[in-house]
């Protein structure tokens, strides 16, 4: 049995029973399971409502302040996390991170705008891909939108490098 997708982003994960021993093609037959969360379904056992990121910076540096837009009234927001998963098959992993961001409502609550401070410094998360998710009152999350997180001497390297192949 092996997990084929991460459940990073959606919350559900597929495994997959499809592959045979080694060694014995008459073995297995295919098969597959989809795993839903407690968080994805209400107290009654239907789906929950997820939230759904309308807008979100692709990239971030340290110190700075991001708007986020969902879809609805922004004050049914809990919390805003990043989530980075370093994770490799049959290998030690000690790159994840959860990260938990202050914000605040950003306008009307009808608008679905947040204002969100990002990490001030690397010791709080490291440089690296993440998930940006932001989770309901309720706890249920969104489906992840990638964020990259930078440092600022990046944007300097770049431009440097830019300016040297003139």
């Known amino acids: ?55 979100a910076p692709a990239e971030l540096s340290y110190q700075e302040h991001f708007d986020v837009t969902v879809v609805g009234d922004s004050d049914e927001i809990g919390s805003v996390v990043m989530l980075r998963s370093d994770h490799n098959t ?43 998710f932001v989770v309901d009152r309720e706890g249920v999350p969104s489906v992840g939108k990638q964020l990259r997180l930078k440092l600022e001497e990046e944007d300097d390297h770049e431009e440097d490098d830019r300016h040297s192949d003139e």
């Open 1 to 55: 049995m092996r997990r084929c997708s991460s459940p990073v982003r959606t919350g559900k994960s597929w495994y997959d029973l499809t592959t045979p021993p080694s060694g014995d093609p008459d073995q297995g037959v295919p098969v597959g399971q989809l795993f839903f969360p407690p968080y994805l379904f209400r107290q009654d056992g239907e789906r929950a409502v997820r939230p759904v990121i309308e807008t």
């Open 90 to 132: 049959h290998s030690l992993t000690t790159g994840d991170r959860f990260v938990k961001m202050a914000f605040h409502q950003k306008g009307a609550a009808r608008k679905g705008r947040l204002r969100v401070r990002g990490p001030k410094v690397p010791a709080q998360a490291i440089p690296g891909i993440y998930m940006l």
